[in-house]
């Protein structure tokens, strides 16, 4: 048996933080098997399923890397399939017209809401408290249709929809692949409708119908579904076709132990692109929400995909810890190829400015020394800011003060030493700077604050002999000369 995994979001929003770890759960799964990961959008529900967030989850899983091995299915492309599964249930027997209406459905429910009211009075005797609450039960428990072993409908034209005809008896058992054995009586399903009244179908029926015919072996998903799975098992079976193996994943909760909000970082997913996570680090902190392998922390994509299984998820809720994320997010940016870094850094560069070609090429340059500078790729364009204000710089309140009369003074007599260089590098330039130190009598704390005010206007940046080298001989002279002229001013 080949392995087929899926993903089955429903584009009525974003794809939030819980489902890109279950696609990349699904995707893992798949792939450490040999098998197919495939992505079928759910798309039904005409009224809150949009196109925008259809183009979302797909910009979403392209951005995580979380290629399905086949084009996505849309759901509502195949209405007309589910349809012609229902009734070839109808034709089986094991599902059903029923022309039970929802108003009457309703009144149904209405009444058994009374009754449970009712038995709350006060003055009740015991009898008739238990009398009120067994008929509401009764009128709230799971609903077995009066059609459901068959019967003349009420006139030739009355509109139905049909229903499973669910199982009778005994315990309905599930071994979960997370969850281990889940049980329920088969009282507790009812006969679910498959087919609306016009013809088009239920979630459960195109769930089931698509897993099926796209040869899906193991369903992973929320435990949001669990009960779900027994409600779509009696499906397969009514069909006879092989049911699927199900895991069910705990949900992720806040860092409180809350449930998840957007005030712990519950976010579409390519929010988190657009805030500087890199993809790979976005994955690989996905990957320990939930599960684990010992006291591995991060894990390539490759060593995810050898190492995952469903017998190191967890059974508890996982929690979000966005100081995590920026550590994993962190280490990503650590080991990314600088080509490949820089080509992720330069939207949020130009986000910070123009970026001329001058500037990009001082930046490249730094990069490799810099890439410690940010956990986000926003904080590490932040980083490079020295490196690309034009001349004259504007200088901070501190680097105001380092340029006092004897800074310029100091910076005066160091400019025609540094002009002497050949060739401009870091090493030529911190002997430079450490034999003028020593032959005029000053110390580098003497020195650096004037020259590091010239050369930054007060940004923050590393070891002033890489920065200059950085910058390279005509902006370090440059800077170092406006300031000079200006003190001279």
Known sequence: MRVVTRFAPSPTGM??????????????????????????????????????ATAAILDAMNWLGLTPDEPPVMQSERMG????????????????RCYVSAEELQARRDLGEEKRVAARQEGLGESERSALLAEAGALLAPFRSPWRDGGAPPSADAPYVVRLRAPDGGDRVVEDGVQGTVKVHAAEIDDLVLLRTDNTPTYMLAVVVDDHDMNVTHVIRGDDHLRNTFRQIPIYEAMGWDVP????????????????????????????????????????????????????EIFTE????????LDGINKSPARLDLEKLGTVNAHFIREAGNDHLFDLLTPFLRAEGDLDAAAASRIRKALPHMKDRGTTLVELAAAFRFLRVVRPLELARNAKKSLSE???DRLRKLSPELRKLAPWTTASIS???????TAAGLSMGQIGPPLRAALTGGLP???????????????????????IQTGAG
């Open 15 to 52: 794809l939030h933080i819980g489902g890109a770890r279950t696609a990349l759960f699904n995707y893992l799964f798949a792939k450490r098997h040999g098998g197919r990961f495939l992505l079928r959008i759910e798309d039904t529900d005409h009224e809150r399923s949009t196109p925008e």
């Open 81 to 96: 399939r589910h349809a012609a599964v229902a009734h070839e249930m109808v034709a089986r027997g094991t599902a059903f």
């Open 245 to 296: 193996r199900f895991s069910h994943l705990p949900m992720i909760h806040g860092n409180d132990g809350g449930k998840l909000s957007k005030r712990h970082g519950a976010l579409s997913t390519t929010v988190y692109r657009d805030l500087g996570y890199l993809p790979e680090g976005m994955k690989a902190y996905l990957l320990r929400l939930g599960w684990s392998h010992g006291d591995q």
């Open 302 to 309: 490759d060593e995810a995909i050898r190492l995952f299984g």
């Open 406 to 408: 004897e800074g310029i």
């Open 431 to 437: 002997e430079t700077i450490t034999t003028y130190c």
């Open 461 to 483: 940046a590393p070891d002033l002999a890489p920065v200059m080298d950085w910058l390279g001989r005509e902006e370090t002279l440059g800077r170092i000369d406006d300031q």
